[in-house]
T-cell receptor, first 116, second 114 residues
Framework: DQQVKQNSPSLSVQEGRISILNCDYT??????FLWYKKYPAEGPTFLIS?????DKNEDGRFTVFLNKSAKHLSLHIVPSQPGDSAVYFC???????????????FGKGTKLSVIP | GAGVSQSPRYKVAKRGQDVALRCDPI?????LFWYQQALGQGPEFLTY????????KSGLPSDRFFAERPEGSVSTLKIQRTQQEDSAVYLC????????????FGPGTRLLVL
């Protein structure tokens, strides 16, 4: 049973427009969320994160929105650039679990293609 | 500065062979994680170290998988008697402290078991 779901395997966006990547989760105990970007043959690169006490976090062209009641988060990229073309992974963790492990639970990823 | 490095980058093994995958975390990072990423999937947690202590190994799929970090820096993931379903990319990640959520990933080792 997948606890973090990215239901869109792929997304194509015109350069300069907004890219919106979505992520849903089922475990209400998750309290920290991250987005990673991955190019082929490379490891995931951290992009942006958000704590469950916030509903928005912004860093340059990237904004993450969190809707706890809907157990949904989204990543907005504005404006989209061809270099943003990559696979984007949503991840969640139980920071306050006290269990001694801070493992990340990942979605399956969404492949973003930004068309010049 | 240097990021997380992993070796080898690619490994082809015959079924039944033992393999050892190495991870060099970012210098000074306390926490180290191993993940397994199958084709078309997201990374899945295998095990976690805080310094040399293996605090969580709940994600290891079988007793053929073993990980160690004897001096609290370099870590080795060993897979004994490899099987075809072990074919995947094995990712290592490190983070500065025990409660630091941002994990920094290495490039991964792609393992193919024939």
């Amino acid at each position: 049973d997948q606890q973090v779901k990215q239901n869109s395997p792929s997304l194509s966006v015109q350069e300069g427009r907004i890219s919106i990547l979505n992520c849903d989760y089922t475990n209400s105990m998750f309290d920290y969320f991250l987005w990673y970007k991955k190019y082929p043959a490379e490891g995931p690169t951290f992009l942006i994160s958000i704590s469950s006490i916030k509903d928005k976090n912004e860093d340059g062209r990237f904004t993450v929105f969190l809707n706890k009641s809907a157990k949904h988060l989204s990543l907005h990229i504005v404006p989209s650039q061809p270099g943003d073309s990559a696979v984007y992974f949503c991840a969640a963790s139980l920071r306050s679990s006290g269990a001694g492990s801070y493992q990340l639970t990942f979605g399956k990823g969404t492949k973003l293609s930004v068309i010049p | 500065g240097a990021g997380v490095s992993q070796s080898p980058r690619y490994k082809v093994a015959k079924r039944g062979q033992d393999v050892a995958l190495r991870c060099d975390p970012i210098s000074g990072h306390v926490s180290l994680f191993w993940y397994q990423q199958a084709l078309g999937q997201g990374p899945e947690f295998l095990t976690y170290f805080q310094n040399e202590a293996q605090l969580d190994k709940s994600g290891l799929p079988s007793d053929r998988f073993f990980a160690e970090r004897p001096e609290g820096s370099v870590s080795t993931l060993k897979i004994q008697r490899t099987q075809q379903e072990d074919s995947a990319v094995y990712l290592c990640a490190s983070s500065p402290g025990q409660a630091e959520e941002t994990q920094y990933f290495g490039p991964g080792t792609r393992l193919l078991v024939l």
